[in-house]
């Protein structure tokens, strides 16, 4: 019976990893299609965000089972809660590409993104991509210093993101109103995207220490460690 237990355990883990690969292979996709105004790659990420859905309410489903049959305390208990937590993560992670799609989809044939911002959208999509990539490993491994890496690489997509404020806020913005309110929210929809993918990593070092990721940054160092 317990090892059907942690084998069930396992497979809660291994549902998240599979979400992760999911919604990061989703938003590089919806990348390139929001670049290249590809509907037909635009609606292919629409249509699979609908498989990242149905393996949260699956994992859900197997959570809440264990909680109800199995009553698990201490460590086991903190893997179930976190676990549903970082399942709404990338759930939601997974809406987000989709968003990106769909504006894609909304202005094709034209394209959403001007061109002289193509490097920028390019630049957060991949970075989305790879914070996610490094949120599934952490899961995996359950390395919290990579985990912790997350929130500095996070770093990276606020200044990008930053960056593309600045070309709306330029005089010389020329693109009209509607081009400044999509390119608005895509980098609503990026930024958002890294917050998840690093509040996954952030869940998995309070699982495996205890403790939030906050408080271990910020904790004072021993002298001579």
């Not at 059907?4 to 883990?13: F, P, T, W």
């Not at 989809?105 to 630049?123: C, G, K, M, V, Y």
């Not at 005089?171 to 999509?182: L, M």
Request: hydrophobic share 45%; glycine share 4%.
């Amino acid at each position: 019976m317990r090892d059907a237990y942690h084998e069930e355990l396992d497979s809660i883990g291994e549902g998240l990893v599979e979400m992760a690969r999911l919604v990061g292979s989703a938003i590089g996709r919806a990348t390139t299609a929001i670049l290249d105004s590809d509907l037909k790659l635009a609606e292919s990420v629409i249509a699979a965000d609908q498989k990242v859905d149905d393996l949260q309410h699956d994992l859900e489903a197997r959570a809440i089972t264990l909680l109800a049959r199995q009553q698990p305390v201490a460590t086991d208990l903190r893997i179930v809660v976190t676990s549903l937590r970082m399942s709404a993560d990338l759930e939601r992670s997974g809406d987000l590409a989709q968003h990106v799609a769909k504006l894609a989809r909304l202005r094709f044939p034209d394209r959403a993104i001007p061109q002289d911002l193509h490097a920028t959208i390019l630049e957060m999509g991949q970075l989305a991509q790879r914070l996610m990539a490094k949120a599934a490993e952490v899961i995996i491994t359950k390395d919290v210093d990579l985990a912790l890496q997350l929130e500095q690489d996070d770093d990276a997509m606020d200044l990008l993101h930053r960056t593309l404020f600045q070309h709306l806020l330029d005089d010389r913005w020329k693109h009209g109103i509607e081009t400044a309110v999509d390119v608005t929210l895509l980098g609503r929809y990026y930024e958002r995207f890294a917050d998840h993918a690093v509040s996954v990593a952030n869940r998995m070092v309070y699982l495996v220490t205890g403790e939030h990721a906050d408080e271990l940054q910020t904790a004072p160092q021993v002298e001579g460690a």
